[in-house]
């Protein structure tokens, strides 16, 4: 096991920074900046400015994430603009933070790619999305369960009990594979909310990251309390990944017969619906480690790059920006010092592509004492420049 470990660092230490060789779902990706308005947010970045900046392109080649969560959380990151710098600051901090201890860069590595798989994407429905409600017969399931406890007890003193448990066998599987849709749709995202509860408790072992947030600790220890009624599903998932087709069959039969799916799926739909803040702050974490460690994987791959300053003048002034898409191109200046800007040129010249460089590489933190100025772009509104991503300027 330790071995194991061992060669899995050295591996994620060697890739780390490397521009990712894999697909990109968007309609995934984007799952949590869609349903998330947070109350810190001044405004966030609309489709169409989003797309005019070829922001896609740009997110494959910033997405140095180890996780599906820390993906979603820099896809938000990018399309949200805080109304203070706070935040800015705080994640300096972390960066900073992980650049002086290598240790805890590995530690984080290492944990954070356990949530990586296609069923982490939907660990946010669990505290974003409306959860589906019992059905008004479902008083039923709990008297069945409990009937069929009592039939495998009464046929030992009377025989004639095995007709009612042949008849609650035929009643309860119709009602437990009735439930397998509301499984399927949860029980992905329940598996790696497990996980992810507990790679939050290993990476709060690391001494460098101890924390006096109060909402971070109060949330472990709601969401540990939650998650022990879970066994079932971590019982199903080991039997699947550990034992053979006989096995998951005796597992199912059980499973039908005292109808513990259905049970044990709706209570933990109500668990989490009433937990939804605590299993949020634990997603929250993650996605700022995972962004933080993304950043720094830029800076230690990338021969130019900065930290913005601000003051209270509405200016840009910028030397030597690039496209970080543009191969080998022609760094450009800029200072607009208080003045409006006429770009011109004849067509092909590299108009477009110089607005969109300084669109798209704009860092604005601190909107209440730097205020930018407004570009234009294709004669259409006013856009501001937006992007809260403090590493290429």
Known sequence: MFNSRKKEEARLLESFGKLKDESFYFDK????????????????????????????EIFMFLDRTQSQIGQQYLYHTLRSIPNSGQLADQREKLIQQLQQHPNLKKNLLYHLSRLYGHDTYFINMLFQH????????????????????????????????????????????????????NLYHYSGAIIQFIKLKQVVKEILKNPELKTDNERLRSSVQQVDHISKKFWLFKLESKVQSDAGQVAEFILELIKGFFLLEPLLLFSAIHDIDS???????????????????????????????????????????????????????????????????????????????????????????????????????????????????????
């Open 130 to 181: 409306n959860h589906m409600t019992r059905p008004g017969w479902f008083w039923l399931v709990p008297v069945l369960s409990f009937l069929s406890v009592a039939s495998i007890v009464g046929v030992f003193f009377m025989p004639p009990f095995l007709l009612l448990i042949v008849l609650l066998l035929a009643v309860n599987l119709g009602i437990h594979y009735w439930n397998k849709k």
């Open 275 to 393: 937990k939804r803040d605590a299993v949020e702050c634990l997603y929250q974490f993650i996605g700022e480690l995972d962004v933080a460690l993304s950043v720094l994987a830029i800076r230690e791959n990338s021969e130019n790059y900065c930290l913005p300053q601000f003051d209270e003048g509405k200016r840009i002034n910028a030397k030597e920006m690039y496209h970080p898409l543009v191969v080998n191109c022609v760094t450009n200046h800029i200072d607009t010092s208080g003045l409006s800007i006429l770009l011109t040129g004849s067509n092909m010249s590299g108009k477009t592509t110089f607005i969109r460089t300084l669109a798209s590489i704009a860092f604005w933190p601190k909107p209440s004492t730097c205020a930018l100025p407004k570009v234009s772009l294709y004669n259409g509104p006013e856009y501001s420049l937006p992007f809260a991503y403090p590493m290429i300027l």
């Open 29 to 56: 990706i984007d799952r949590y900046f869609r349903k998330n308005i947070p109350s810190g947010t001044l405004q966030t970045i609309d489709d169409k400015t989003w797309n005019d900046l070829d922001m896609d």
